[in-house]
């Protein structure tokens, strides 16, 4: 885990204790880059996370565990995935290490935006391209980095730097080369925040060769997670019917505020389909739209519990 002095890492022990050493298997080895006395530190703090992951792998090359999980210190994190409540705490919890250990790297934002499916142009000076500082600083300094490689049309991977590697994957690369390039964060003359986004991207393409890599984003949760829906199209639809929520708070937070509202009372029953509860007109009462985002609420509970169910191994006795 990268962190900072300032970082609140209590959540660690309080919610993962029981799958921490010495009562679990996970060794917690938690970085802190602005505290030369922590037991675990960057040599400099310099090129933010990046830093400290190279360091992590660096440190422990001849004792690494079967899984190898990067993350950030906060739970809590728009980028942390939305079906799991952006709780970073649960997407250790659940992620599967077997497919890690299969495919080597799994990024662990199952979401494609930002980040996919096609990213980073690297060859392509277009106004979108302009925009994305990170394409014209991995472009002008491909050849610094990968000096036998030719540098791919597009990199592409979900945002934001927190991702799983196996044990197999991470010594197929030699130490040396980790430590090149740990060396050149700490020489380049790129911001902190620059040089760390230049490996936001390019994590994928150090562990797999491929500049793209964005699996669907419902078998990222099934394969990584456990958290399987009946297919892309169900997927969908929980999605669907969460922007359907936002949409209605967003009409009750609006209706709220007027002066004068009053609230109508709503004939509307609580078992009533959502279907038939988001299709509500402009007039209709704060109680009509609570019981729309009441009902939707309980269709998305009730997907997301099955996706959890079918994502569980199936143990049979004889």
């Keep these: ?95 599967k290490p077997e497919t890690v250990v299969r495919d080597g790297y799994m990024n662990l934002r199952c979401h494609w935006v930002p980040g996919c499916p096609d990213w980073l142009f690297l060859h392509q000076d277009t106004a979108e391209n302009i925009q994305k500082n990170e394409r014209k600083q991995i472009s002008e300094r491909w050849s610094e980095l990968f000096p036998l490689d030719e540098m791919p049309q597009v990199l592409s991977q979900p945002c934001c730097a927190q991702f799983a590697v196996s044990r197999d994957r991470i010594l197929a690369i030699p130490k040396q080369r980790y430590v090149y390039l740990r060396t050149w964060i700490l020489r380049t003359p790129l911001q902190d925040y620059h040089s760390g986004r230049v490996f936001e991207y390019l994590w994928q393409y150090i562990f797999t060769g491929n500049g793209v890599v964005c699996p669907t984003m419902h078998t990222c949760y099934c394969e990584g997670f456990g958290i399987c829906f009946d297919g892309e199209e169900q997927f969908d639809k929980w999605f669907e019917l969460r922007y359907q929520k936002a949409e209605m708070e967003s009409r009750m937070r609006k209706l709220r505020g007027k002066p004068g509202q009053e609230v109508a009372k709503s004939d509307k029953s609580d078992k009533a389909s959502h279907k038939a509860l988001v299709e509500l007109g402009k007039d209709a009462s704060v109680d009509d739209m609570q019981a729309a985002v009441t009902a939707l609420k309980s269709e998305m509970q009730r997907l997301r519990d099955e996706a959890f169910l079918r994502g569980r191994p199936v143990h049979h006795y004889y």
């Design 1 to 95: 885990m990268a962190s900072t002095k300032s970082s609140s890492i209590g959540w660690v022990d309080e919610e993962l204790k029981d799958l921490l050493e010495p009562d679990g298997l996970f060794r917690k080895a938690l970085y802190v880059a602005d505290d030369r006395n922590a037991p675990l530190h960057p040599t400099r703090n310099k090129g933010n996370e990046a830093n400290i992951y190279l360091s992590y792998i660096i440190d422990h090359y001849d004792n690494l565990a079967d899984v190898s999980i990067f993350v950030h210190p906060d739970r809590w994190a728009w980028h942390n995935n939305e079906l799991m409540d952006n709780d970073l705490a649960g997407m250790i919890r659940y992620l």
